[in-house]
């Protein structure tokens, strides 16, 4: 039953469709771009391989000198192997992509439970976890984040870890934040005078009405974790050659700057942005519209 | 909850976060697969010669002893020693690394909060006009933009292309401000420099003294004088100690902060220069940290430009530039200050980056320079020193905006 | 009323900050405008570098490229390589000692040192001197061995004073690349007084290391043309280094006087992008060391710098991991390791990656040096066919392909090892019975790895400690290559046999028969497969003169100087 109860409450706000978004001002709007910008660029990521004009790890195609600017052939120019960049653009956006949904992933499972418990069963449970989670939250994140992921070494799953880390806290505390409010409302205790068990109350009561805050942490945080990832694969932390990687485009495109090769930078930038701005866009207009607030 | 006590429990309270992040980072290094100490060796090494490099840096030791060792230095002030070859001290290396570090971070957030302000103010005043919604995209991109991107985008732009500024380091060769050494570098320069220097020092450190007697209301004479005097050779001291050992540790700057020590220096030229390196770095992490202020001062300039007391002040007629910078802008302060605080820690995050891509000599480069070196004691150092960095500044803000806004105490 | 006041005051207030601002601006102009017009003319070389001393500035620990600059420039080897030449016997001249023999058992050398050469504190040089430097290289017996290759025990049994100018070497064997290895930076004379003092039991805590602010506490090394002065470093890494003339440098009035410059800055580079805009933008007159291969290309074009190139002794070969654990690929089988070296083509790499600023090697001596061939050139470039056809003898096809994992260094130990390894990958599979696995470790792991075993098949690098083909020819077999050729190998004992022939011998054509005779054994057996040779390159200002980038990878520093 607790299933039903969360597609009820948050289902009911997200389907009913775009028409209503457009209603919403710019906060309907933004969502609309932003998941407009976030879904054409998975599908892309997806699709990619298919479409792409050459292989995006093949070497050479395009004959020396490499690497050479846009062209008729190469409408996005090489890099200094001879590879096409339009082809790497359109397949490079799953490392990204896989960082970011694994580290999102991974906050869920350890932040949310972690803060419900904790918040729920309040006391020194409470006041320990809360505790950890600020120390961890105070941290200046992309250090922490750099300090593990050199640590633990390299590849896509150490990265998604790593970014998590840092990550927890914010669902730690929007949970617990949501957790403490809902529990002095009428209707808990009403659930609760009614002798329902803890367990009920937390996951048919308290649940429910977290989840669309979670929501909204977890479409900021990709925006985040994006970013993340793509400062971790600055400083030597991201994944190998093989993969065609946005973030390891722009790495290596630094040093065919002087050479005044802006393509190579240039597009696999654009591409980081337009991901990280998608999911803030979406962020801020879910923020807007599941988080009422009182209108000016 | 008076100041005082609150300032108490905000210091007893950051004890068992700290206490925490130091364990945190402790465990991090330590749960590494392997053996650090045989990554250091060019070839296979002996077993005495590994024996050795782990009795050099007590990796011999139990790990709680360790611990506690770890703890006892860090209470000194001791870091460790680096695995890299000569064992130099980490404290040392990031003493010297700081100063670059603080230079970029005071140069960004002035920029930051400077963008942050202009166009937060500009925006909130055309409120939903174009004007509005363009400041408002620029600073949703802006946050989204990779902040090393942005960096090789400026690089690209104005060092490669129009040459304006170099494109990376910290100061031309030969132009570092030479700071103290400036004047111990001539004969019997020393005792010359230390006095000229220690009359300003001395003479701040009394001026202090005397308002802090006039607070608590001592009369002048004769206590207060005495106080004052005290306190006066005390700052003589301190500057004079300083001074001498930074003489004698050779080629230290009075800050570290080239733009202030070349001032301190009189050569405008290294100064200017100076800046002309600084000025890419610190505009590109300025703009990243702009976002968060122009979102910050728009919707606190909205909310304040309806108060009443600010229709009052354009009811008698005031210009509406200094009802908005004059009364709203004072108003809608605070928040801004508390926010430099909390982003003290994404500017950091932002300058390791920074620093990687201008090739700027501080604490970040430092971090990632010996992340490939695998060195792990550096990495501890390192990371403790930025997570104490930012837990002190939280702590500093937090006190400042109780002092400056008493309701937050209760 | 009210209203005057205050709109007045505003305007006042801005007008007030305008003006601030507008005098702060003019009086920063003028002073700079005359600080500039007052400030001397530079008389210092300014020379820009991305290395940085690794180790330590003391020929008993340091093994890495720059440390050894700064020892054969600010210290000095009893005999030197002419600048410019190619290492031949006939090239090696006096330094620090006048004469030599060598005894007819070939065991002993015997050196007349020169007389009245003064260390900087005013102590006469003199045999004992020469005693202490070795006996101290060879006693502080660093874990690390004494630079990489020339463990200095197994080559020199003794050094005796005889006289007061007179020092003899006793050897263990005949040992023909003598000299060479003499004029190595890690034979350099040290003064024993910054060296740890006299004394005979030396352990690692002798090795002098960087000092903070006591740059003379930094470094063992006197005698050069230069003197070491001044030695900045910021967390760790070098930032600048300040050298002036030695004025007690024995040949300081040769040639016009050397150093041909008195003064000489070394600014130290994060990167090779730096590096590359600071020559450009004129801020150092020399840019040495680690210009990428494009930014080489872009400067070529660039009237306002020069771009000298000169012979590399660096070299770059693959190694086959023959000890197979647990789930390696059975490597330890030349016909696989021959077919998978017939799939490489080197000159493809050199073009893709390197610009061709680097050239393709078939063997492991580099052009340039006694012994080069080009051995490896049977085996051909990019044989697909030779390949694909000893890989089907063994039951490799295009649905049971060989599987490999190929590891690189991913923090810039080697130039662009990344590019390589990824070029390297295409060029195997295109035989289409190849499946690569790319896997990259930072240099500390990689090392490790190597030292473990654990890695198929991986790149390395080598940098000769002394010019002779004495230097190269082991790494088919080098013990801390840890490759298990020396186990495996069908030819090791042949190999290693006419290797040892080769280090005994001074006969030149006799040497070169047995470096082409190892060679041909490397390529039946293919232990590890060279790739390609540096090229060494230099940026300079047009007007610089005096630069030599020959064999002998030597930075001479003292022959620099600006044409005016």
Redesign the interface.
């Known amino acids: 039953m607790p299933k039903l109860e969360i597609k009820r409450s948050f289902l009911a706000r997200f389907i009913p469709g775009l028409a209503s978004l457009t209603k919403r001002g710019s906060a309907g709007w933004m969502t609309i771009i932003g998941s407009g910008i976030v879904l054409s660029m998975v599908l892309m990521t997806v699709l990619g391989p298919w479409f792409s004009p050459y292989d995006p790890t093949a070497i050479n195609v395009s004959p020396p000198p490499n690497p050479s600017p846009p062209s008729g052939d190469f409408p996005l120019g090489t890099n200094l192997l001879g590879q096409d960049m339009l082809s790497r653009i359109l397949c490079g956006g799953s490392v990204m992509i896989q960082v970011a949904l694994l580290s999102v992933l991974f906050c869920f499972i350890i932040g949310v439970p972690v803060g419900l418990l904790a918040s729920y069963a309040g006391g020194m449970i409470d006041r320990i976890s809360t505790l950890v989670m600020d120390s961890f939250y105070a941290f200046p994140g992309l250090v922490l984040a750099i300090a593990i992921a050199a640590m633990m070494g390299r590849g896509v799953v150490n990265m998604a870890l790593s970014i998590a880390v840092v990550y927890v806290p914010s669902y730690f505390r929007m949970v617990r934040s949501q957790v403490l409010t809902i529990k002095e409302l009428p209707y808990t205790e009403a659930a609760r005078a009614t002798g329902a068990k803890g367990q009920t109350v937390l996951l048919r009561y308290i649940l429910p009405n977290v989840v669309p805050s979670i929501v909204v942490v977890a479409t900021v945080n990709f925006a985040d974790a994006i970013l993340t990832a793509a400062g971790l694969t600055f400083v030597g932390l991201g994944v190998g050659i093989d993969v065609p990687d946005w973030g390891w485009d722009l790495t290596q495109g630094r040093q065919l700057l002087p050479s005044g090769s802006w393509w190579v930078i240039t597009f696999p930038g654009i591409m980081i942005l337009l991901l990280a701005l998608g999911f803030t866009l979406v962020g801020e207009g879910l923020s807007e519209l599941l988080t009422p607030r009182l209108e000016r | 909850m008076d100041l005082r006590s609150y300032i108490v429990a905000r210091v007893l309270l950051m004890i068992p976060m700290i206490f925490l992040l130091l364990s945190i980072v402790f465990l991090i290094v330590r749960v590494v697969p392997g053996d650090p100490v045989l990554l250091h060796f060019e070839k296979k090494a002996s077993e005495e010669a590994m024996a050795e490099m782990r009795r050099e840096l007590r990796l011999d030791q139990p790990l709680h002893v360790q611990y506690f060792e770890y703890l006892a230095g860090l209470l000194r002030g001791d870091l460790g020693k680096s695995m890299a070859p000569g064992r130099d001290s980490i404290s040392q290396h990031i003493f010297s690394a700081f100063p670059a570090t603080l230079e970029l971070a005071l140069f960004s957030i002035l920029i930051a909060v400077g963008i942050g302000i202009l166009l937060g103010v500009r925006a909130s005043t055309s409120y939903n006009s174009v004007q509005d919604h363009v400041i408002r995209v620029f600073g949703t991109v802006i946050y989204a933009i990779p902040v090393f991107f942005l960096g090789m985008i400026l690089l690209l732009v104005f060092s490669i292309y129009l040459k304006w500024f170099p494109a990376g380091g910290r100061i031309k060769p030969l132009m570092e401000p030479e700071g103290l050494t400036f004047y111990f570098s001539k004969p019997a320069g020393g005792f010359v420099q230390v006095f000229t220097w220690s009359f300003p020092v001395g003479l701040i450190s009394w001026a202090i003294s005397l308002v802090a007697l006039k607070r608590k209301a001592i009369k002048f004479w004769p206590k207060g004088l005495l106080i004052s005097l005290l306190v006066l050779s005390a700052g003589w001291i301190v500057y004079a100690y300083f001074a001498w050992h930074l003489m004698f540790r050779g080629g230290l700057h009075i800050t570290g902060l080239y733009t202030i020590d070349s001032l301190l220096d009189g050569n405008v030229v290294k100064f200017v220069e100076a800046v002309r390196y600084l000025f890419l770095p610190s505009l590109t992490l300025g703009l990243m940290l702009s976002g968060v202020f122009i979102r910050l001062t728009r919707s606190n300039m909205l909310e304040t430009l309806r108060l009443d007391f600010v229709t009052a002040a354009r009811a008698r007629g005031l210009k509406e530039s200094s009802v908005v910078y004059g009364y709203a802008l004072r108003n809608a302060f605070l928040p801004i200050l508390t926010m430099m605080g909390l982003q003290f820690a994404m500017l950091l995050g932002g300058a390791i980056l920074t620093e990687t891509t201008f090739s700027w000599p501080g604490l970040g480069r430092y971090l990632v320079d010996r992340i490939s070196f695998r060195d792990y004691t550096a990495i501890q150092g390192a990371v403790i020193f930025f997570g104490i960095l930012v837990a002190v500044v939280n702590l500093v803000v937090d006190i400042l905006y109780a002092y400056l806004d008493p309701r937050i105490r209760f | 009323m009210?209203?005057v006041k205050?709109?007045r005051k505003?305007v006042s207030t801005t007008m007030a900050i305008v003006a601030i601002v507008i005098i702060v601006i003019v009086v920063?102009a003028g002073?700079?405008a005359y600080?500039?017009y007052l400030?001397p003319p530079?008389k210092?070389l300014?020379m820009?570098t991305t290395d940085s001393v690794?180790?330590?500035i003391d020929p008993s620990?340091a093994?890495d490229f720059f440390g050894w600059e700064i020892i054969q420039n600010t210290g000095c080897t009893l005999v030197e390589i002419k600048p410019g030449s190619s290492a031949t016997a006939e090239d090696f001249e006096p330094a620090l000692a006048t004469d030599w023999t060598l005894s007819a058992d070939k065991i002993t050398w015997t050196f007349t040192l020169r007389e009245g050469v003064e260390f900087a504190d005013g102590t006469e040089f003199n045999a004992s001197h020469v005693k202490y430097s070795f006996d101290r290289a060879m006693g502080i017996n660093h874990?690390?061995?004494m630079p990489?290759g020339s463990e200095f025990d197994t080559i020199i049994d003794s050094v005796e004073v005889v006289s007061k100018y007179v020092v003899e070497f006793n050897l263990v064997q005949p040992f023909g690349p003598f000299l060479a290895l003499l004029s190595c930076q890690a034979c350099a004379i040290v003064n024993p007084e910054y060296a740890g003092g006299w004394k005979t039991d030396w352990s690692?805590d002798d090795v002098v290391?960087?000092e903070?602010?006591?740059v003379r506490a930094s470094h063992t090394m006197d005698l050069g043309p230069y003197n070491l002065v001044?030695w900045?470093?910021?967390?760790?890494?070098d930032?600048?280094m300040r050298l002036e003339a030695n004025p007690n440098y024995w040949n300081r009035d040769a040639d016009g006087g050397l150093p041909k410059t008195e003064v000489v800055?070394i600014?130290f580079?994060?990167?090779?992008?730096?590096l590359?805009?600071?020559i450009?933008?004129g801020?150092?007159d020399v840019a040495f060391r680690h210009i990428?291969a494009?930014?080489i290309?872009?400067l070529q074009d660039d009237p306002d710098v020069k771009v000298w190139e000169g012979v590399g002794a660096a070299i770059q070969y693959m190694i086959f991991q023959e000890d197979p654990v647990g789930t390696l690929p059975q490597l330890n089988n030349a016909k696989i390791r021959r077919a998978l070296t017939a799939c490489l083509n080197r000159s493809?790499v050199c073009?893709?990656?390197f610009?061709n600023q680097m050239s393709p090697l078939y063997s492991i001596l580099p052009d340039g040096m006694l012994g080069h061939t080009e051995a490896f050139a049977e085996l051909g470039d990019a044989n697909l066919t030779y390949a694909i056809s000893e890989l089907a003898d063994l039951g490799y096809s295009e649905t049971n392909k060989l599987e490999i994992e190929l590891y690189?260094e991913?923090?810039?130990h080697y130039p662009s090892s990344?590019?390589q390894?990824?070029?390297y990958?295409?060029q195997f599979e295109a035989s289409g019975v190849v499946d690569v696995t790319?896997?990259?470790l930072?240099?500390?792991?990689y090392?490790?790895a190597r030292?473990e075993g654990t890695m198929h098949i991986y790149l390395y690098g080598w940098y000769p400690d002394y010019i002779d083909p004495d230097n190269y020819a082991f790494l088919y077999y080098a013990v801390?290559l840890?490759h298990h050729y020396i186990e495996n190998g069908e030819h090791y004992a042949e190999m290693k046999a006419a290797y040892d022939d080769a280090r005994a011998s001074s006969v030149e054509s006799e040497r070169i028969d047995l470096y082409a005779e190892i060679d041909d054994y490397a390529v039946m057996d293919c232990p590890v497969v060279p790739i390609w040779q540096g090229a060494a390159w230099a940026v300079t200002k047009p007007n610089i003169k005096g630069v030599y980038l020959d064999i002998t990878q030597t930075w001479r520093i003292w022959l620099l100087y600006e044409e005016s």
């Not at chain 3, 900045?232 to 890494?237: E, I, L, Q």
């Not at chain 3, 580079?269 to 730096?274: I, K, Q």
């Open positions: 009210k209203k205050n709109s505003a920063i002073i700079y600080q500039t400030a530079r210092e300014i820009g690794e180790s330590a620990r093994w874990p690390e061995g990489l690692e290391y960087y903070e602010g006591d001044d900045t470093r910021v967390a760790g890494k930032n600048e800055i600014k580079y994060a990167d090779a992008t730096a590359r805009l600071a450009e933008a801020d150092i990428s494009t930014d290309e872009d493809e073009s893709t990656v610009l690189y991913s923090s810039g990344a590019e390894a990824a070029v990958k295409s790319l896997k990259s930072d240099w500390p792991s090392r490790e030292s801390w840890n």
